[in-house]
C-alpha cells in the first residue's frame, strides 16, 4: 500500500498528524507493506525568513488580530501537539522560508530518507528554533540522517531540485490540495488534516481490502 503525504515542515498540525498516522500505521497488521512518501506544500511561498520577528508578532500581523489572539491560538496548538508527546517550544522558533528545507527533503527522498528528515526539519522548526532557511543548518540536519555533506553543500547552491518541489505543488494543485497534511492512500482514499490515529487506522483497512 502507498501512502502519499503533502506537509509544509513550517505547519504544526503536519507534524501533530505525522505522529498520529504513525499511531494508526503501528496498530495495523499489514504495517511492514506499506510504502510513505512525502511531498512538498508551502503554506506560504512568499514568507520571508525574519529572524528576531516573533512568531505571534507575525502572526497577528499576517491576520490582522491582536498579539493576544496570536499568543492563545500557539498556546492551543502546543497543547494539541503535546497531547501527543510532542514539544512545541514557539517562543524561541524562527519564522523562515521553507523552499530550501523542501530542497532538503527532496535530496533526502532520493535516498530513501524522507521520513527522516521529516522528522528532523520538524524538531528543528517546532522544538529546537532554529532557522530551517539557513543553509548550514539544513547542512547539518541532512548530515545527521546520513547525507552526503556535498551533495547537500551542491545542492543548497545550485537549483537543483526546484522542479521536484514544483512537481509535488503542481500535483497538489491539479488535485485540489488547498491545506495540508493530507494524505492520499493507494490514491483511492483521501484524508484531510491531523485526524485521530482511528481514522487514519480505518482508512488503511478499507484501502488495503478494496485491494
Not at 53 to 75: C, F, I, M, N
Not at 105 to 110: D, E, F, G, P, T
Not at 169 to 177: K, L, S, T, V
Request: charged share 25%.
Amino acid at each position: 500500500m502507498k501512502v502519499d503525504i503533502w506537509s509544509d515542515v513550517r505547519c504544526p498540525f503536519c507534524y501533530i498528524g505525522k505522529r498520529k498516522f504513525e499511531a494508526a500505521l503501528a496498530q495495523f497488521e499489514h504495517k511492514d507493506k506499506v510504502e510513505v512518501e512525502w511531498h512538498s506544500f508551502e503554506l506560504d511561498p512568499n514568507a520571508e525568513t525574519m529572524p528576531g520577528v516573533s512568531p505571534y508578532d507575525y502572526l497577528a500581523k499576517r491576520y490582522g488580530k491582536s498579539r493576544e489572539w496570536a499568543v492563545e491560538t500557539h498556546q492551543q496548538v502546543a497543547q494539541t501537539a503535546a497531547a501527543v508527546g510532542l514539544k512545541f517550544n514557539f517562543d524561541i522558533s524562527v519564522v523562515a522560508n521553507s523552499f530550501d528545507a523542501h530542497r532538503l527533503i527532496q535530496l533526502a527522498k532520493s535516498n530513501d530518507l524522507g521520513d527522516e528528515v521529516e522528522e528532523q526539519l520538524f524538531v528543528a522548526y517546532f522544538t529546537s528554533g532554529k532557522d530551517i532557511s539557513n543553509h548550514q543548518t539544513l547542512v547539518e540536519i541532512g548530515t545527521g540522517i546520513g547525507l552526503n555533506k556535498l551533495s547537500i553543500e551542491t545542492m543548497l547552491s545550485s537549483d537543483e531540485f526546484t522542479d521536484e518541489v514544483r512537481y509535488d505543488e503542481q500535483m497538489a494543485q491539479n488535485i485540489g490540495i488547498q491545506g495540508v497534511p493530507f494524505f492520499i492512500f493507494n490514491q483511492k482514499l483521501a484524508v484531510s488534516g491531523a485526524q485521530p490515529p482511528e481514522t487514519f487506522l480505518g482508512a488503511m483497512k478499507q484501502v488495503w481490502e478494496s485491494q
